[in-house]
């Protein structure tokens, strides 16, 4: 998996330095900020939709290929 950039600024006093550390955490972990859908954002613009590129929604065969890259995901966390 690859590290993800954090955008925080450093912790002003203890409490946000304990708050920050279990963000980071459950970040490191997949429990926040985890894609949903890995279809490219083109595919759901006009001209994706014109072109016929797949999504979730239109797609039975690539809602499935979605659903078991997540699955796939979530078991090597």
């Not at 600024?9 to 429990?31: I, L, N, R, T």
């Not at 590129?53 to 797609?59: H, I, N, V």
């Amino acid at each position: 998996m690859a590290e993800q950039q954090r955008k925080t600024s450093a912790p002003k006093d203890g409490a946000q330095a304990e708050v920050q550390k279990a963000v980071d955490a459950a970040e490191d972990k997949g429990f926040i900020g985890v894609p949903v859908d890995p279809t490219p954002k083109e595919n759901y613009t006009v001209a994706g939709v014109l072109a016929g590129k797949p999504t979730p929604e239109t797609d039975p065969d690539h809602a499935r290929e979605v659903r078991q890259q997540l699955d796939d995901s979530a078991r090597e966390r």
